[in-house]
């Protein structure tokens, strides 16, 4: 079946530093990918939409000038978390639909200390 | 818009107990649905899933059936094993690449 590859699958990085997420579709090309924000003993709370070719679309509430989103082919798209403080400290996971599914990454634990 | 409503967790259950976990929606039009299973610390994994009304979605005998006149996917199994134990979020998608909509999970723990 369609494979979703997310790397890394967790990093702990230094207040004020930036990191990148990267989410590959393996055997499928993915126009929109999803990325999601879990807190701990909670559903997932999308973030955004990432768009190949244009610019991503944020929800309610996200900031767009730290949660960096770059679509750079069909099969990639990467999420940067700029300026890292403690509070980003969550697990993200990334998404592409394959009609009529969504496949998933595996997740990344992110821990800014 | 659309929403899911699963039952809250723990449910906490003996080796070989019986599990269902409730799940309705609200959707516009014919939904997909589907059940997403996450381990600790994991991504999630499809489960299974139903694409239209009295459809019945299976795997590692995990059940669920489409009921459009109820809006309801109930996840069963009739015999649950300690590696089941983990969260499970009921879901939906309305259209081809729309974002899916959640349910806020239930988490399952099964004692031996």
């Known amino acids: 079946g369609a494979v979703v590859s997310q790397h890394p699958s967790w990093v702990i990085c230094k207040s004020g530093t930036s990191v990148k997420i990267e989410c590959r579709s393996l055997?499928?090309?993915?126009?929109?990918m999803f990325w999601y924000r879990q807190f701990p003993k909670q559903s997932l709370m999308l973030m955004a939409t990432?768009?190949?070719?244009?610019?991503?679309?944020?929800e309610q509430g996200v900031e767009k000038d730290k949660f960096l989103i770059n679509h750079a082919s069909l099969t990639l798209s990467t999420l940067t978390v700029t300026s890292a403080h403690p509070e980003d400290s969550s697990f993200y996971i990334c998404?592409?639909?394959?009609?009529?599914?969504?496949?998933f990454g595996q997740g990344t634990r992110l821990t800014v200390v | 818009g659309d929403s899911v409503t699963q039952m809250e967790g723990p449910v906490t259950l003996s080796e070989e107990a019986f599990l269902t976990i409730n799940c309705t929606y609200t959707?516009?039009?014919?939904?997909?649905l589907f059940w997403y299973v996450q381990y600790p610390g994991e991504g999630l994994q499809l489960l299974l899933k139903?694409?239209?009304?009295?459809d019945k979605g299976s795997n590692k005998g995990f059940e669920a059936t489409y009921r459009k006149e109820t809006t309801s996917f109930h996840l069963e199994k009739g015999s649950v094993q300690v590696s089941d134990s983990a969260v499970y979020f009921c879901?939906?998608?309305?259209?081809?690449?729309?974002?899916?909509?959640f349910g806020k999970g239930t988490m399952l723990l099964v004692s031996p």
């Open positions: 998404s592409a639909p394959r009609d009529p599914e969504a496949f």
């Open positions: 055997d499928f090309q993915a126009t929109t």
């Open positions: 990432s768009n190949e070719g244009s610019k991503a679309t944020y």
């Open positions: 959707a516009t039009g014919y939904p997909s």
């Open positions: 139903a694409t239209k009304a009295d």
């Open positions: 879901a939906l998608r309305s259209s081809g690449y729309s974002t899916l909509t």
